[in-house]
């Protein structure tokens, strides 16, 4: 049963344009969530996060929304580079020990 | 601040052979460390994890064990490889605060 869902397993956008990635998620007691970038042969980096209490948070190029009613968040990046070429992974924490991920999305971003 | 080193970066072993990845983290004392694998062109799946000296979880039955012998090393093992073992493989530690993790650098596992 996959809790944290991100269905597009690819996007391609065009340099300076915007890159919008959905994640859904099942399970109500997530109250913490938290979007990681990684390149190929290489371990994924934090971007950015949000607190269930929250429904926006905003760093730089990046923001995270999230919708509780639709459990779905989504990140925006804007204006997209062609160094954001990656693949993106949504995750979700119940305030345990384990996060659980999404199974990624990766985005091409052609100049 | 949290460091994670793993080693190696690429492994080639042949089907059968044993298998050993070893993970130090530096910046935390008694942290929660994490084993995950991403095979080709899949997300990334939890194999192991553990909150303390001796204490290992499994989360998906396999050929795979774990063990952590020290406070902060963590290390991945096989007796016999499998073909289905390739892929690459992550250590990870929980973040300082408690809300998500850091990872290593990761090794490309190819069993042949």
């Known amino acids: ?111 | 601040s949290q460091t994670i080193h793993q080693w190696p970066a690429t492994l080639v072993q042949p089907v059968g052979s044993p298998l050993s990845l070893e993970c130090t983290v530096e910046g935390t004392s008694n942290p929660n460390l994490y084993w995950y694998r991403q095979a080709a062109g899949r997300g990334l799946q939890l194999l192991f994890y553990s909150v303390g000296i001796g204490q290992i979880s499994s989360e998906v039955p396999q050929n795979l064990s774990a063990s952590r012998p020290q406070d902060r090393q963590f290390i991945l093992s096989s007796k016999k490889l499998l073909l289905s073992d390739s892929g690459f493989y992550l250590c990870a530690q929980m973040r300082q605060g408690g809300n998500g993790y850091t990872f290593g650098s990761g090794t490309r596992l190819t069993v042949v």
Not at chain 1, 29 to 34: R, V
Not at chain 1, 42 to 70: H, M, Q, Y
Request: glycine share 8%.
């Open chain 1, 1 to 111: 049963d996959q809790q944290v869902k991100q269905n597009s397993p690819s996007l391609s956008v065009q340099e300076g344009r915007i890159s919008i990635l959905n994640c859904d998620y099942t399970n109500s007691m997530f109250d913490y969530f938290l979007w990681y970038k990684k390149y190929p042969a290489e371990g994924p980096t934090f971007l950015i996060s949000i607190s269930s209490i929250k429904d926006k948070n905003e760093d730089g190029r990046f923001t995270v929304f999230l919708n509780k009613s639709a459990k779905h968040l989504s990140l925006h990046i804007v204006p997209s580079q062609p160094g954001d070429s990656a693949v993106y992974f949504c995750a979700a924490n119940n305030a345990g020990n384990m996060l659980t991920f999404g199974g990624g999305t990766r985005l091409m971003v052609k100049p």
